[in-house]
């Protein structure tokens, strides 16, 4: 079993940096494990923002690519998104999956972009 807690949303000012935690939890080491970060928007379809495979392997959105980047912490069974020239349009919230046999999902961390 595993269980996935995001943290580090909020509120920032566009132009403004943001770096969000997944907390893994459980039997399964972020190692041996597909992790992404997700977002979704009020009245949009979720979306995928960036991916971290078992053996480290990145991989950021075209659209994001640039300004937000992925990283994990295996010590710490943690897994990172930097967030940086944040846009209004990053406004959702964003949430973490891991993979392993089947798909878990954290409750999601908000993150809004308002002047």
């Known amino acids: 079993q595993v269980q996935l807690m995001e943290s580090g949303g909020g509120s920032v000012q566009p132009g403004g940096s943001l770096t969000l935690s997944c907390v893994v939890s459980?039997?399964?080491?972020?190692?041996?494990?597909?992790m992404g970060w997700y977002r979704q928007a009020p009245g949009k379809q979720r979306e995928l923002v960036a991916t971290i495979t078992g053996s480290g392997l990145t991989n950021v959105a075209d659209s994001m690519r640039g300004r937000f980047s992925v990283s994990r912490d295996i010590a710490k069974n943690t897994m990172f998104l930097q967030m940086s020239s944040l846009k209004p349009e990053d406004t959702a919230v964003y949430l973490c999956n891991a993979r392993h046999q089947i798909s878990y999902w954290g409750e999601g961390t908000l993150v809004t972009v308002s002047s």
């Open positions: 459980g039997d399964i080491p972020v190692s041996s494990m597909n």
